[in-house]
């Protein structure tokens, strides 16, 4: 049964059920590998003797998303989404096998590019296909069905993988999925061989969108690196020189690749995909810190102090179910609730910080944080999707995926050398507090900027 009461939902109807079926496979399959590497990674640089590379298979990842995202969003506007999709997820599943039987480190660094762009080009190319396949008032409950996707791989994932990782080997973190994305891809073939062509001519212009591309990327790679090392303790002349080259190479390459009054929050799409990026970010950064203010404050255990994350995941889900329900509502009001409650859950943060806190209502904090989360983020694929000019969809969906690396890269690493600057011997968390404090600040304004803008707009 339809939420509007008519008996065939539109995601589940004969014609769509496959895609929808493939939709969601491909997502959860991204999802795992997304949820199992942090799990592994110890185990895989202790075996590979690469553990001054901890980091770098999340970060070649996150750069390679980025370049994933610009180049499947102008190839989607150029030829159709059945292109980039079809070259994605090929190379995801390629970049799976590859990792699998990585001997050592560049090779599994090489395998983690080839995944980091085909998620990239797979994500925006569904993004298009989803405005083609649903009617417009049925697309929030195809992201609604996206954010469900991440339910099952964030309550077992990380289970799953200490479980092959311990009695297998790490390495079925990456085979065990390659054949269950083939399934998905082919579940999507019928849909992209019939919606996947290009509809319109693509607009004149742009011809820097790739090298823009890769501007960022060395962009987020640099900033993430030096803020990275900042915060390990060292603030030496050559990484402030090249955290400051990272943002001069990022600015100019954002100019291009986000829509024209982003960062001053203009109305329509711009102040959608900046509340995308403040949104990734403010979450993302304060639950950054949750585990180790619950460990170090409260004396959690390591399993303990990450159920929050897991309770955040269910109420993401449960926001993405409400707003998927809630067509009559526009998605700007939608974005600045969602916002509101993000600042409300961060901001309650600060009363777990202090040893005399009540830790056990970071529960519902985060709980609801997580549904603030589900509902705008969802409103912000909707609304932007609706706003789009058929043959701007893949740049604006690479917009919004764009925007929502760039918070998490920038606010997680600024955050941490906040956090870092202010700590000291016996009060680990001392900057925890105005860190929380700072990113529920930012959190109400941006909704404010939101809100505003849709009353400027009008109905």
């Known amino acids: 049964m339809r939420v509007d009461g008519t008996s065939e939902s539109a995601l589940w109807s004969p014609g769509r059920r496959n895609f929808t079926i493939g939709l969601v496979l491909v997502i959860t399959l991204a999802a795992f590998e997304a949820m199992g590497i942090g799990t592994a990674l110890p185990t895989i640089v202790r075996e590979l003797h690469a553990e001054q590379w901890y980091s770098w298979p ?15 969003g102008r190839i989607a506007d150029r030829r159709g989404p059945g292109a980039p999709l079809l070259v994605a997820m090929p190379t995801f599943g390629l970049g799976l096998l590859i990792a699998g039987f990585a001997p ?140 400051a080259v990272a943002l001069v190479v990022l600015a100019p390459s954002l100019r291009m ?60 889900s449960a926001g993405a179910f409400f707003q998927s329900s809630r067509r009559d509502i526009r998605r700007e009001y939608l974005v600045g609730a969602g916002l509101l409650l993000v600042a409300t859950a961060v901001a309650g943060l600060v009363l777990i910080a202090p040893v005399w806190g009540p830790a056990w209502a970071v529960f519902g ?26 043959q701007r969809r893949g740049f604006n969906s690479a917009a919004l995926q764009l925007s929502d690396m760039l918070g998490q890269a920038l606010l997680v690493g600024l955050g941490g050398v906040l956090v870092a600057a202010m700590s000291r011997p016996g009060a680990a968390t001392a900057g925890v507090v105005p860190l929380d404090l700072l990113l529920a600040c930012v959190a109400v304004l941006c909704a404010v900027r939101v809100l505003r803008r849709a009353a400027a707009a009008g109905t």
């Open 257 to 316: 690749l986000l829509p024209r009054g982003t960062f001053s929050g203009q109305s329509g799409i711009p102040v959608m995909v900046l509340a995308r990026g403040l949104l990734a970010g403010v979450f993302i950064t304060a639950q950054a810190f949750v585990p180790l203010t619950l460990s170090v404050v409260h004396g959690y255990s390591p399993a303990t102090a990450g159920i929050p994350l897991t309770v955040g995941s269910l109420g993401w």
């Open 104 to 243: 050592d480190m560049p090779s599994l660094l090489v395998a983690r590019a080839m995944q980091g762009i085909g998620a990239g080009g797979q994500i925006v190319a569904l993004y298009v296909l989803i405005a083609r396949v649903y009617p417009e008032r049925d697309r929030p409950a195809a992201f609604g069905a996206l954010s469900a996707a991440w339910v099952v791989p964030a309550l077992v994932g990380p289970a799953i993988t200490g479980l092959l990782t311990e009695h297998l080997s790490w390495r079925w973190t990456f085979l065990g999925l390659a054949p269950l994305m083939l399934v998905g891809a082919l579940l999507l073939v019928p849909t992209v061989r019939r919606l996947g062509a290009g509809e319109t001519a693509s607009p004149a212009g742009a011809p820097g969108l790739p090298l823009a591309a890769v501007g960022a990327a060395a962009g987020v790679v640099g900033v993430n690196w030096a803020a990275q090392t900042a915060t390990d303790g060292n603030t030496s002349v050559p990484v402030v020189v090249i955290g």
């Open 365 to 390: 904090l985060w709980s609801l944080g997580g549904a603030g989360m589900g509902i705008a983020i969802s409103s912000t694929s909707v609304r932007v999707l609706s706003l789009s000019e058929p």
């Open 58 to 72: 999340f970060t070649v990842f996150l750069a390679a998303s980025a370049i994933g995202n610009v180049v499947g």
